[in-house]
């Protein structure tokens, strides 16, 4: 990396949107909540207070909250309230046209203090409800209230990245439309129509030996529940390592994370009951899955509300193709089609009730259901505590959080593990490299722009690799990227009355389609800036120049600038198409409006 004091492109509009997104979104002095980690001396939790027409609750005080864990009172460390960054029509100008090749982190609203990410788990969902919840997301997609940030997983054979962090409802409508995204073909889901066949096969055989049942019955019944069984653990080990892996994603995005979970069924628990853990203390696989599941969305802030793609939950039991011989309805069907859809209630609601969400079922409009969830989560309070217990047990404790006055509905979480081992924190001596993981929110906290141009003339076939993967695989092209950075968003300290002294860090992370990195490079440069240099930085910006190679296929460049001496970052995601040097005019919108 190299700071240029030199104009490196033509700055004038993108410092003129730098400058007009300035009064939006102004350098932030305000305390930073604790990051929580179970091995910590701090507990950070998430509340959401309502009134009974679910409208959030404002203006609460940190003296209005009592919170008690394990039966003793905790005195609050820190209290914040968070609040949706909504903007009325026309108080937001529209940014100026970036110039060619130029993309930058601005966003086009304030972000808000929430992000969201929508599961469509087709692992844990029927065929024909797969169809009716991809019509109704699209639908909401289309519709998306501005400034909301999305993004998009896909539960099958494996977890799918879709889309990451947007509030354009574009490009959220574009990934979920395009045919590689298609829900694969998963055999291991067992529909109701499923179940109803194997009952239907049991009775004919039975009505066959005069209505009583031998030894090959029992036996191919036997057969059916361990066939089942080993398939219905199949799936739950597979959902709870989609949910460990979207913890660990979502660990270094800043503040509450609503994860909006589609599916006709919810094979796992969380905070287990007392009994549910004395069931999951025979299996120990299950039981130590479930407790790490636990710990990971506890530390990364995870709120899971749970929306049942089913729709309205109706009974099939006595529908004309479960009709049984003799005109009879089948009454083991539908004994457990209903002990079926009590099963899937209780635990849609202990799920949201255990990390601060709340659950949809029985509604065909998931539409609603879905701008509910976002409105839930979009107005918090953020409450820590340093625990009077200080053991760390491993052992579950209990959170219970009232209000001094008022009668108001309150959703957090009910607890943790007091585990000594579970974090997510990055070990890596690098701070960037975190927060360019493919698909992440853009860090707004330094604004920068960024000129992205294929290097022309190209360097010789036998030049030394720019980037830092070893094991590159070429034909490639050589990009120069041009970084222009708001000066005011770094910490440039004065020093002998004449110098500036700063430290900043430009990162870039390169992947292809299928998520793999393909290249990489971070620098980090120590500034001591003479007086002129200085004054000239204020009237454009700090620049900076990075090279890379990249394969000539699609890929996706995570760029990310850092400052050392506060902790803030910036960061923006590029997509480069194959035969096209930078980015054609067709993605300059998506890209700004990220």
Known sequence: MRLRPTKLFSTAVLLGSLAALQAQNPPSDAPQPPVFKTNARAVVVDVVVTKG???????????????????????????????????????????????????????????????????????????QDQVFMHKQILQFLKGM?????????????KLRFIQGFTADSSALVAALNDKKNEPDKDPSFRSASDKADDQRDLAMLMTMLGGRSDGGIDAYREGQNAHTEFQYGERVLMTLEALDYLARYLADVPGRKNLIWFASSFPVIVFPTPSQRQALSESRIYGSAVKRTADLLTVSKV????????????????EAENIGPGGMGNIGAYSEEASGRADIVANMEQLAADTGGKAFYNTNDLNAAMQHAINDGSHYYTIAYTPTNKKMDGKYRKIDIKLTEGKYKLAYRRGYNADDTASVATTDPDPVRPLLMRGLPSATQLLYGVRVLAQNPQPKPNSPHAGKNPKLICPCTRYDLDFMI?????????????????????????????????????????????????????????????????????????????????????????????????????????????
Request: hydrophobic content about 40%; overall charge negative.
């Open 486 to 594: 708001r000066w005011t968003d770094i910490s440039m300290t004065a020093i002998d009355g004449l110098h500036h002294r700063g430290k900043i860090e430009v990162g870039l992370m390169a992947y292809d389609r299928d998520g793999n990195a393909v290249n990489w490079s971070a620098v980090t440069q120590g500034m001591l800036l003479e007086p002129d240099i200085y004054k000239q930085i204020q009237k454009s910006g700090i620049p900076a120049h990075m090279e890379i190679d990249l394969p000539n296929k699609d890929v996706y460049l995570e760029t990310g600038v850092y400052d050392w001496d506060t902790g803030k970052a910036g960061t923006l995601e590029i997509p480069l198409r194959v035969g096209v040097t930078a980015a054609s005019a067709s993605l300059q919108p998506a890209v700004a409006a990220k």
């Open 303 to 318: 709120a899971v509300y749970p929306i049942n793609a089913q729709g309205m939950m109706v009974e099939h039991g006595m």
């Open 145 to 157: 209230q501005p400034g909301t940030r999305c993004a998009i997983f896909m539960l099958g054979s």
């Open 53 to 127: 027409n679910d409208e959030p609750v404002s203006a609460l005080r940190k003296q209005d909250f009592q919170i008690i864990e394990d039966g003793k009172p905790q005195a609050i460390d820190y209290f914040e309230e968070h609040t949706a960054k909504t903007l009325p029509p026309g108080a937001l100008p529209p940014l100026p046209k970036m110039p060619p090749d130029v993309y930058t982190n601005v966003p086009p609203a304030p972000p808000s203090d929430t992000v969201n990410v929508l599961l469509l788990d087709t692992l844990n969902t029927e065929k």
